[in-house]
């Protein structure tokens, strides 16, 4: 693993207190104009959200975890990755990148509407589709592809800036900046949903915290 040049947060009151500093960030970005930095803090937030959903459905086996768990919890996940995920996707249980991220929380989102069902006896696997069914579903896959056309967008100002006609650029930047914090927003907000009591974590008895 690369050596971390920045000190990760410690616990949950160090983390709220890093939210609000960034989102205050933001809100200062979107009033003077600093679009890039609130695209660079739109971006981050998603990626947590998305991590967040990983972590409390068991695909972590801590917060600070870089690869997938190898638990309780993975089998059952890969199964799901591998049967409901989109046909020009791979089965890898990919928790680094954003892109692996939205994969796994997609295909276990659509298994849970398909599968009819569980054995209660699966502890993990009926209370998994007992939290995701008190999301709103359709909402979410709708974001994802929202979110999914916004990081394309990110990318190209991000990696090819100076490739880039700045008419074109300037032309959608601050509603990208704004868009990219609505997305995120709505996965913090089913996030809470999903957390609730920790069920998932719990049912495979992995640490909490």
């Given at each position: 693993m690369a050596t971390r040049h920045i000190q990760p947060v410690t616990d949950n009151a160090d983390k709220q207190n890093t939210y609000r500093e960034w989102i205050g960030r933001y809100n200062k970005a979107i009033q003077y104009g600093f679009y890039y930095e609130a695209i660079?803090?739109?971006?981050?937030?998603?990626?947590?959200?998305?991590?967040?959903?990983?972590?409390?459905?068991?695909?972590?086996?801590?917060?600070?975890?870089?690869?997938?768990?190898?638990?309780?919890?993975?089998?059952?996940?890969k199964e799901i990755v591998a049967t409901y995920k989109r046909k020009n996707e791979s089965d890898t249980l990919n928790v680094s990148a954003i892109s692996g991220k939205r994969k796994i929380l997609r295909a276990v989102l659509v298994w849970s509407t398909e599968v009819i069902g569980v054995d209660k006896r699966q502890k993990y696997l009926w209370t998994l589709k007992n939290q995701c069914e008190g999301l709103d579903i359709g909402g979410l896959l709708e974001q994802m592809d929202r979110m999914e056309d916004w990081c394309e967008y990110?990318?190209?100002?991000?990696?090819?800036?100076?490739?880039?006609?700045?008419?074109?650029?300037?032309?959608?930047?601050?509603?990208?900046?704004?868009?990219?914090?609505?997305?995120?927003?709505?996965?913090d907000n089913q996030l809470k949903l999903f957390k609730q009591g920790n069920r998932v974590r719990k049912s495979i008895q992995l640490p909490v915290n």
């Open positions: 660079l803090i739109d971006y981050a937030m998603m990626e947590d959200r998305l991590r967040s959903f990983l972590y409390y459905m068991g695909a972590l086996y801590d917060r600070n975890a870089y690869k997938a768990n190898k638990g309780k919890a993975i089998t059952p996940l990110r990318n190209e100002i991000i990696h090819a800036l100076m490739n880039k006609n700045v008419l074109s650029v300037n032309t959608e930047l601050k509603e990208r900046a704004v868009e990219g914090m609505e997305i995120a927003r709505f996965f």
